[in-house]
């Protein structure tokens, strides 16, 4: 398991450990969530889930890579 340091705003941190302690649940697993909710993911599951979506939507892989990158294009400028 990797190990991080941060810093965090004052008012930020003490929230932070203030839901932990009202949710009985670690300042690690609140982080942990909260970057899978963002969407970030380790390699394996990143690549489960586009295979998942692409046999959903029933796209060959050529036009799943390029709706991809056309979809991450305009979510990083939008």
């Given at each position: 398991?990797?190990r991080?340091?941060?810093?965090l ?20 697993s ?21 295979a ?7 796209l ?15 979510a990083?400028?939008?």
């Amino acid at each position: 398991m990797g190990r991080l340091t941060i810093r965090l705003d004052d008012d930020l941190h003490r929230a932070l450990k203030e839901t932990a302690v009202r949710q009985r649940r670690s300042i690690g697993s609140i982080i942990d969530e909260s970057l899978r909710l963002r969407g970030i993911r380790d390699q394996a599951s990143a690549r489960s889930l586009v295979a998942a979506a692409r046999n959903h939507a029933r796209l060959d892989p050529a036009d799943a890579q390029k709706l991809a990158v056309e979809e991450t294009r305009a979510a990083r400028e939008g």
